[in-house]
């Protein structure tokens, strides 16, 4: 049976407090159970170089493949993993070489025609923020009981694996994926999903020390409906919310609230514009490039940010990712007044020569940096981090780090929008006197 709670209702609307007045409570209000983030899916237009750039520039290798090669005449999609953290790239082929009616697709949700109009709306973007539950035909049936617009309905794929999707904002779809742990045989050799063949390293696999998703952030054009959406077909609770005077600028801010599963390990903040600014809110910026709501960033979580990021600004201008400008030498003056209990001095030092962030809530310290848009379009980033304290024992002894712990850097929201804004202005057009 899935979880419900009918504290949690559909159309269920709440009003920002500000980060002062937030008071975190969990619930535990999830409407089925939800594990982990299982993976995150991109649509592109060429499988192969985009994958082959997020590898290089990431750390992370290609671990399975679907695509001719495996029979897979609908699409290519390649599969890279860093620890627990999973990338799924994905383009089509042609229709013309479809050998017969049956569909030969790995990912079955896949439609053509839906990828060309996603495409030529959105650019290089996600497509599927992927969750692995208990059943994922309950947490189907819960959601759209509960308010979601379905996407495409449970199927099975082989090997106990069940896939659904719900929408979840704009042109992104929220997918469930679980495993039916009571087959008595399951496939020893299964690498991801049916229809995907592992792929061996021809050489030392590449390791910048990334290991899961933190939090996927998206950014809506209304923040009220879009949160009280997914908050009643998920039943995830309130965890985090900032407004534009907490996070804000002189010349531009959002509104923004993080949603949680009980357990505090799939985290979905989502943000909204502000109007009557100096300049235009990155969020608008972000909304129109990207032709509405959509994947604005993925937090991916690091075990050692300082060796992952040396490994990824050595590739910066070699086909990796390049970084937004980092803050003025101040910043890193008055840092260890800030987190010198934690961070040692040549840590400090190494935070300012690699254009770290450094935040602190009342539980643990953050440590972030942000890249520049992976693609033409002002639109999808990656946020690396590192999370410090709030270490926790779970009922078997095990040692776990509680969700979300040092924050969303919330003291450093000011200094990213500066970047931001000092970025934009290189993209606007030069006026020729």
């Known amino acids: 049976m899935g979880i419900v709670n009918d504290n949690v209702t559909a159309g269920e609307d709440f009003k920002l407090v500000g980060f002062s007045k937030f008071v975190r409570t969990n619930p535990k209000s999830d409407r089925f159970s939800v594990k982990r983030f299982h993976h995150v899916e991109f649509w592109c237009g060429d499988a192969t170089n985009t994958s082959r750039r997020f590898s290089w520039g990431l750390g992370m290798p290609l671990v399975a493949k679907s695509d001719l090669s495996t029979g897979n005449f609908s699409h290519a999609s390649y599969l890279l993993r860093s620890g627990d953290l999973q990338f799924l790239f994905t383009a089509p082929y042609s229709p013309s070489i479809a050998t017969d009616s049956t569909s030969s697709a790995s990912i079955p949700t896949f439609d053509r025609s839906t990828f060309l109009s996603f495409s030529a709306s959105h650019g290089l973007a996600v497509r599927a923020v992927a969750v692995e539950v208990d059943d994922a035909e309950v947490a189907f049936a819960n959601s759209v009981a509960h308010g979601a617009t379905p996407s495409s309905p449970p199927l099975t794929l082989g090997d106990g694996a069940v896939i659904s999707e719900v929408r979840l904002y704009g042109d992104v779809v929220l997918r469930y994926v679980s495993y039916k742990t009571q087959d008595p045989n399951p496939n020893p050799s299964l690498c991801f999903l049916p229809g995907f063949e592992p792929v061996v390293a021809e050489s030392e696999p590449l390791d910048f020390g990334i290991r899961r998703l ?85 937090a991916l979580s690091s075990d050692d940010i300082f060796r992952t990021l040396r490994e990824m600004r050595r590739r910066s201008g070699l086909g990796g990712f390049e970084f937004m400008p980092s803050p003025p030498p101040t910043y890193y003056k008055n840092l260890k007044n800030r987190a010198g209990d934690v961070l040692t001095e ?56 509680k969700g979300g712990c040092g924050g969303f850097g919330k003291g450093n929201f000011s200094e990213l929008f500066k970047s931001i804004e000092e970025y934009e202005k290189t993209l606007e057009a030069k006026v020729v006197a």
Not at 239 to 266: P, Q
């Open 214 to 298: 933190d939090h996927a952030v998206g950014n809506v054009p209304e923040l009220v409906p879009a949160v009280s959406y997914v908050k009643a077909f998920t039943g995830f609770h309130e965890f985090a919310e900032f407004t534009a005077e907490d996070v804000g600028t002189s010349e531009s801010g959002l509104n923004s609230m993080v949603l949680a599963n009980n357990e505090e390990t799939v985290l979905f903040p989502m943000n909204e514009p502000v109007f009557g600014t100096k300049r235009k809110s990155q969020i608008q910026t972000y909304l129109e490039h990207n032709e509405g709501a959509g994947v604005q960033h993925l």
């Open 346 to 401: 040549a840590q400090i030092k190494e935070c300012e020569e690699l254009g770290i962030l450094v935040d602190r809530d009342d539980q643990g310290t953050l440590l972030q940096i942000f890249t520049k848009p992976l693609g033409d379009r002002p639109t999808i980033f990656i946020e690396i981090i590192q999370r410090v304290g709030c270490m926790m024992k779970d009922d078997k002894g095990k040692l776990y780090q």
